[in-house]
């Protein structure tokens, strides 16, 4: 979730309405299936008490938003009538969710989402190269166009030294293109970099990258600069290679867990208790969750306010407060204080179905 996302979700009241379901649009009924879930969805959510006004601005969103192509999930959290959070799923969540509580309901977008992973996708020929960037849910946030010299760059068939002398001409008119293009890469990529193009061009690119962007570079071998040119086919690609990172990620998460829980002062923790401490001490740097169930904590009017009991409360002087899901009062915790929020898998055992790496110990 980006920060604009965050804060507006942890700066409002509840109740909230969480809803996450399959919009598929990929059969020729999918828009009679669609309006069958949203009554049925809206009767869940004023089933438990949420208003009138938030219930419609739910289904609104869903049913009036743009139809996705083939299989599809869809996420969206609201309050007080109005829409907060409102996203694209990596596809349909394996159970459907209708759900009302004081805290928003926000582990599927983290469990369902895209790649997550920012990247620069980099469409280039000997001319220059356009340049894309995209966020953490793959939206184009940036583009920019390199353009280099336009003559001369084809070389042309003869002989003699006149030819050779034209021949060098081309060749250093293609190799400047490609510096301006590669000092642009380096100096905008977000993380990742995924070059595709002419196969001898976007080669050729790579080896001009800094060491360091080379690290994080993929060459692609669909997409093209050609008006036309197909973009199922390298959509596809980029797909694949996001989650090939994603998968880079949780093992990276993992490792670091697993080296971090084999010390005494380590920098890593399970448990529920545990992790709601490094919570409250606002020490964690990711939250890790597996399954942790049903299970309860406590916690105050303002995020950041987590304890297991009300004894724990009163470190942060509020006396009372109320017991809310560990599933949705964690990664809120976690996201007020700035951590970041992984759904893990069987990679590493968590005690509870929780874990985090700390800041500090």
């Known amino acids: 979730m980006d920060q ?27 828009d009679r299936q669609l309006d069958v879930k949203l009554r049925d969805m809206a009767g869940e959510l004023g089933e438990q008490g949420v208003d009138e006004a938030t219930v419609e601005a739910v289904v609104s969103a869903i049913r009036d938003g743009d139809p996705p192509v083939g299989r599809s999930g869809r996420g969206v959290v609201a309050a007080g009538g109005q829409v907060l959070v409102d996203r694209r799923l ?25 790649a997550g992973i920012p990247y620069l996708l980099v469409t280039v020929d000997h001319r220059g190269a356009d340049l894309v960037t995209h966020d953490r849910d793959g939206r184009e946030v940036a583009t920019e166009t390199v353009e280099g010299e336009d003559a001369p760059l084809h070389k042309v068939r003869g002989g003699g030294m006149a030819h050779a002398g034209m021949q060098a001409n ?73 989650a090939e990172q994603r998968l880079r990620v949780l093992d990276e998460l993992a490792e670091r867990f697993r080296i971090g829980s084999g010390r005494a002062d380590g ?24 399954e942790p169930g049903d299970a309860e904590v406590r916690v105050g009017r303002n995020a950041g306010e987590i304890a297991l009991d009300r004894d724990g409360l009163a470190a942060f002087g509020v006396e009372d407060g109320r017991e809310e899901r560990a599933d949705e009062a964690l990664p809120w915790a976690a996201l007020a204080s700035g951590a970041s929020v992984t759904v893990m898998d069987e990679r590493i ?5 929780v874990g985090a790496l700390l800041r500090h110990t």
């Open 90 to 114: 990596a596809g349909p969540p394996a159970a459907e969710v209708a759900r009302v509580s004081s805290l928003p309901y926000l582990l599927p977008f983290f469990s369902h989402a895209p």
């Open 170 to 242: 081309v060749e250093e008119t293609r190799d400047q293109n490609l510096e301006r293009v590669a000092e642009r890469v380096a100096a905008t990529h977000p993380g990742l970099v995924l070059l595709v193009g002419e196969q001898q061009a976007r080669r050729a690119l790579h080896t001009k990258l800094p060491p360091a962007v080379q690290d994080v570079t993929r060459e692609l071998s669909a997409g093209s600069r050609a008006p036309g040119a197909s973009q199922e086919e390298l959509e596809r690609e980029i797909r694949t290679v996001l």
């Open 349 to 353: 055992d968590l005690k509870e179905g």
């Open 4 to 30: 604009d996302q965050v804060k507006t979700v942890l700066t409002a009241d509840g109740p909230f309405a969480s809803v996450y379901l399959e919009d598929s649009h990929d059969t020729e009924d999918a």
């Open 267 to 290: 920098l890593a923790v399970t448990g529920l208790a545990e992790v709601v401490g490094a919570l409250a001490e606002a020490n964690v740097d990711a939250l890790l969750i597996g």
